[in-house]
């Protein structure tokens, strides 16, 4: 059974960072293309960041130069790098991963970023 389990999410000063993890199974997660997305309340899900499964990626223009998003093939694992926080990045923040039509979502993880 295909699963996604996002973690690292928590309570962070503005100007800090945080790493997301976002680990897989039950997929050939190397095949899939992996992204973050996040969910602001009152707001819609919008893409932070996202790795081809050939290791391209694109970030929102929001995030670009504070946010990295990588992927660990071997671990079956994806991140999400976020340094110089601000109060807008709070959000849930969830892991995708997708493979033409075949698409699986995490649970997701709470960020907050609050002094």
């Known amino acids: 059974q295909a699963q996604l389990v996002e973690s690292g999410g928590g309570l962070v000063q503005p100007g800090g960072s945080l790493r997301l993890s976002c680990a897989a199974s039950?997929?050939?997660?190397?095949?899939?293309?992996v992204a973050w997305y996040r969910q602001a309340p009152g707001k819609q899900r919008e893409l932070v960041a996202a790795?081809?499964?050939?290791?391209?990626?694109n970030y929102a223009d929001s995030v670009k130069g504070r946010f990295t998003i990588s992927r660990d093939n071997v671990k079956k694992t994806a991140y999400l790098q976020m340094n110089s926080l601000q109060p807008e990045d709070t959000a849930v923040y969830y892991c995708?991963?997708?493979?033409?039509?075949?698409?699986?979502w995490g649970q997701g993880t709470q960020v907050t970023v609050s002094s």
């Open positions: 039950g997929i050939a997660f190397s095949m899939y293309a």
């Open positions: 790795v081809t499964s050939g290791g391209s990626t």
């Open positions: 995708n991963a997708q493979l033409i039509a075949d698409m699986y």
